[in-house]
């Protein structure tokens, strides 16, 4: 089976704004599960269990939140991978989507009248997009985060507005750290071109800047970060990050006990061990999440390692979904006079 690598793209209407959604679900071709369920000429599939087809459990959700200044094509590498495993998976239906992203009011192919960046409506907008793109309410959600991402997918799991979430990640950021370094943002910002002649060469700057080191993800991920206007034309930044200041701090404030307090699984996807707070520390101690650390990447690991990531977030799931009861027929209890008779006096 093939997974193609561009997108599906639809567009999700919540009122009057519309939020760019994109789907990795290979498209299964009518053929392919028609040779699959056919049996030999001649013979009874139902009467032998070597052909017989093993009952299959619907897939799950992955849905996938990007970082401030980012988009949905962040997780692109990633996205390709996590839904080649999960079309693998012979145990999985084929029903349904299986990973998709969106890009926030804000950024990328969204348009919305309020960009305002505010954790809590950020939060309510995924909600409200999860609800319109998953299959039904029973299917598994597993959301995941990067960076500011990471707080939105948090807060959206703690308000209970999507039914049936089985793990939640979140990609490199902490709250101690993401609070500390606030103070030198304007900063960074500040050293930032501010425009550029061509794509390619905000790709170069991209790359140059090691704010990505995969140069295939960048070449994808870039493009939809920059619009172009002016005279002379120039290719711009779509998010204003500095516009979006009074809310950096409302993003992470109370992460980490958030964070450990949602009631599903809990995973925190790391460039470096450096980035646990106190309180982190203390919960990775008591077990209560899993940390994965990609000491080769840096800040945007979906970027530079998607395969690792990929890999990380299907054994994530597997880990915490949940199990399948097989119903099976009684065992009848023996008779009581048989019991009796087989019972040595004492």
């Not at 299959?56 to 401030?68: E, I, S």
Request: hydrophobic share 40%; charged share 20%; with cysteine.
């Amino acid at each position: 089976m093939n997974v193609s690598n561009a997108p599906t793209e639809r567009t999700v209407l919540i009122g009057e704004d519309a939020f760019r959604v994109y789907d990795w679900t290979p498209v299964v071709a009518a053929s392919t599960d028609a040779s699959n369920s056919a049996s030999t000429p001649g013979t009874d599939a139902s009467s032998n269990p070597a052909t017989q087809t093993t009952p299959t459990k619907p897939p799950p959700l992955f849905v996938l939140h990007h970082g401030a200044g980012s988009s949905a094509l962040s997780f692109h590498l990633c996205a390709v991978r996590l839904a080649d495993l999960l079309a693998q998976d012979q145990g999985l239906s084929r029903v349904g989507p299986t990973v998709v992203a969106l890009d926030a009011r804000g950024h990328g192919a969204t348009v919305c009248k309020n960009e305002a960046l505010e954790l809590s409506q950020l939060s309510d907008d995924l909600i409200r997009v999860v609800e319109a793109v998953r299959r039904d309410a029973d299917q598994e959600i597993v959301l995941v985060g990067h960076s500011m991402g990471g707080a939105v997918v948090v807060d959206a799991c703690q308000k209970g507005g999507i039914k049936n979430i089985v793990g939640v990640g979140v990609i490199d950021v902490v709250e101690g750290t993401a609070i500390e370094s606030l103070a030198h943002m304007n900063s960074i910002l500040k050293a930032k071109p501010s425009k550029f002649r061509s794509v390619e060469d905000a790709i170069k700057w991209t790359l140059r800047s090691h704010l990505v080191q995969n140069k295939e993800s960048a070449q994808i991920s870039v493009p939809p970060l920059l619009v172009k206007k002016g005279e002379p034309p120039m290719y711009h930044w779509r998010t204003d990050l500095a516009a979006s200041e009074p809310h950096w701090r409302g993003w992470f404030d109370g992460l980490s006990a958030k964070f450990l307090g949602l009631k599903c699984g809990r995973q925190l996807l790391l460039a470096g061990t450096d980035r646990l707070d106190k309180e982190l520390m203390i919960g990775q101690m008591q077990g209560k999440f899993q940390v994965v650390v990609y000491p080769e990447s840096w800040h945007y690991v979906q970027e530079d390692v998607p395969g690792k990531l990929a890999l990380s977030l299907l054994e994530f799931w597997k880990r915490n979904q949940k199990l399948v009861i097989i119903k099976r027929f009684p065992i009848p209890a023996k008779p009581a006079a048989a019991v009796t008779a087989s019972t040595p006096a004492v």
